[in-house]
């Protein structure tokens, strides 16, 4: 009987072993925040700003607080997010209060918080900060409008200028520009992860300097054949000459 006892215990013990400790209900999953508190209180991100957190397959995090990228391998052992080698981009933020945003991300990640799973909502704490975090359900290139936030030259990128809001909406073969400052509109056809425009039409109204970099941006990525990759909530067009854009849902 009293093996039978020991046998009973060590399987709920292996059961309970398998569960949250390995973090395997997270990887793969992409959440951003629904709420943020320090201190017991609620942190104010900056407007139209959130959390984003992502577990790659390979056992990696990717993390973003509204301008750059962040990165590192992760261990999700024993209810602990454990980043090695943290880094992160250098992009050149239009705010300082979003680089000052990214850093306290980075330095939150860095301390090795907590985790769990409360229903279907990801938990994470450190000392004095909890950040609660909603599961994303994967983007399409057709579901609503797409925000550009990064312009791509190669291996380099940089913000959209502050208040500058480039959009892109995909339905039925047309996509939908606002440019920054002009607005128009395109044919296209989707073929693997190709996109081919044909000829952008778009409205000719004198812009501002910020307008027109970001104007210049989006009509080199809707024109022709460009590379497109949706990814979780964000969607990358690459032109052959490898500049771009970035958008966000």
């Excluded at 009509?219 to 022709?224: C, E, F, R």
């Amino acid at each position: 009987m009293s093996c039978r006892v020991l046998l009973v215990v060590a399987l709920l013990a292996a059961g309970c072993g398998n569960g949250s400790a390995g973090g395997g209900e997270l990887v793969g999953g992409a959440f951003h925040s629904t709420s943020v508190t320090e201190q017991g209180k609620p942190r104010a991100l900056v407007d139209g700003t959130r959390v984003e957190l992502r577990f790659t397959d390979d056992g990696r995090l990717l993390a973003r607080a509204g301008c750059n990228h962040i990165q590192g391998p992760v261990s999700l052992d024993d209810g602990k997010l454990a980043v090695s080698e943290l880094g992160m981009t250098a992009m050149g933020c239009p705010d300082a209060d979003l680089h000052t945003q990214d850093e306290w991300l980075s330095n939150f990640l860095s301390s090795t918080p907590s985790w769990r799973m409360d229903g279907g909502n990801l938990v994470v704490t450190g000392q004095d900060t909890e950040i609660v975090l909603a599961r994303e359900t994967p983007a399409t290139l057709e579901s609503g409008k797409w925000t550009v936030d990064t312009l791509i030259t190669g291996d380099a990128s940089s913000s959209v200028p502050g208040g500058v809001v480039a959009t892109l909406a995909f339905q039925d073969g047309r996509v939908e520009v606002s440019a920054g400052c002009n607005a128009g509109s395109a044919q296209y056809r989707a073929e693997g992860q190709r996109l081919t425009f044909d000829r952008l039409v778009l409205t000719d109204k004198a812009c501002g300097q910020d307008e027109m970099a970001v104007e210049k941006a989006v009509t080199d990525a809707v024109q022709g054949q460009v590379a497109f990759t949706v990814d979780g909530q964000t969607l990358r067009l690459v032109n052959a000459s490898g500049t771009g854009i970035g958008l966000r849902k």
